[in-house]
């Protein structure tokens, strides 16, 4: 069962750069959503969908585009990456909107220099 | 956007002590969950508790729900080096419906 697969599992980026982390699940999940987990701050929500066609910012979406077309996929777009935008980035998803257990992928560690 | 704090940040003990792990919030939340995660991987749920006052056992983990649902605690008993790992608190509720709040988490290392 593959379960959350998130690809790539390491990039390095120029400032300036974009790129799109992608995420798809198996398991007919409703729910998806990232979070960047940084040292410290646990992790953060950036944007999330509860459904195909239905996506919603989090606590911190600027910098980061998001869109669900079909109910397995869920690519988080950076437009044009910085610094800050450097950090271990997770895909989770879940069977329902209203929060039951989070499926995560194994991250993708992004490095904007 | 509502805060969990975690506490301590950092654990390390040797193998058969026992440790707490709280998480505390000043918001109540309708549903608590405990992760754990290991380097290189994203967290797995350990645990969710939805009632004030609930316990919940796994195995040497004992999860407790506050009875106001603001704050939650972890508590390891013989703890054992197969239980180092980060270990998360996430809430659900109130102005986050629908979206899991989670803590800085705690990084437990338990020495052989």
């Known amino acids: 069962n593959a379960g959350v697969t998130q690809t790539p599992k390491f990039q390095v980026l120029k400032t300036g750069q974009s790129m799109t982390l992608q995420c798809a699940q198996d398991m007919n999940h409703e729910y998806m959503s990232w979070y960047r987990q940084d040292p410290g701050m646990g992790l953060r929500l950036i944007h999330y969908?509860?459904?195909?066609?239905?996506?919603d910012q989090g606590e911190v979406p600027n910098g980061y585009n998001v869109s669900r077309s079909t109910t397995e996929d869920f690519p988080l777009r950076l437009l044009s990456a910085a610094p800050s935008q450097t950090s271990v980035y997770f895909c989770?998803?879940?069977?329902?909107?209203?929060?039951?257990?989070?499926?995560f992928g194994e991250g993708s560690r992004l490095t904007v220099l | 956007t509502q805060l969990l704090e975690q506490s301590p940040q950092f654990l390390s003990i040797q193998e058969g002590e026992n440790l707490t792990v709280y998480c505390n919030s000043s918001?109540?939340?309708?549903?608590l969950q405990w992760y754990r995660q290991e380097p290189g991987e994203g967290p797995v749920l350990l645990v969710t508790v939805v009632t004030g006052g609930e316990v919940k056992k796994l195995k040497r983990l004992t999860f407790q729900f506050g009875d106001a649902r603001k704050d939650s605690s972890l508590h390891i008993t013989a703890a054992q080096p197969g239980d180092t790992g980060l270990y998360l608190c996430?809430?659900?509720?109130?102005?986050?419906?629908?979206?899991?709040?989670f803590g800085q988490g705690t990084i437990l290392t338990v020495h052989p």
């Open positions: 969908s509860v459904g195909a066609g239905i996506t």
């Open positions: 996430a809430g659900e509720g109130g102005t986050s419906y629908g979206k899991l709040t």
């Open positions: 989770a998803s879940s069977y329902s909107s209203s929060t039951g257990e989070l499926f």
């Open positions: 918001s109540v939340f309708s549903s």
